[in-house]
């Protein structure tokens, strides 16, 4: 399955979500509408998260987050904070931003850096 911003690849049992949280407005813009889900970067990653990633089978997810997936990320622990907790179990910031809300700081707080 592919999309605009959406790759998924299931090799190996492992399964990837690959989101791109910089240019969901410059494809709303080429196909001047608006894409379901796809307001602002957060929605979007609101949005993939309860349709993709929740009801899948991944048990142990790894997030990859680049530029405003800092605050994307930190939107999907205070919005799924129980299934997101239980189930992520790595996060790299690469050049990340955001400001997470008290019940992101407290997840933020408690894990551990390497």
Known sequence: MSGPSLVTCNTHSIFF???SSNTFLKIELLLCN???GS??????GLFVWEHFVK????KKIAVVA???GG????SLVSQHPEDFT???FAIAFTDAFGSPDRR???YFAEVKYF
């Open 17 to 19: 979500v690959v989101t």
């Open 34 to 36: 608006e894409i379901q």
């Open 39 to 44: 307001r602002s970067p957060t929605e979007h």
């Open 55 to 58: 009801p899948g089978k991944a």
């Open 66 to 68: 680049h530029s405003a």
């Open 71 to 74: 605050s994307v990320t930190a």
């Open 86 to 88: 239980k189930r992520v």
């Open 104 to 106: 992101a700081h407290k």
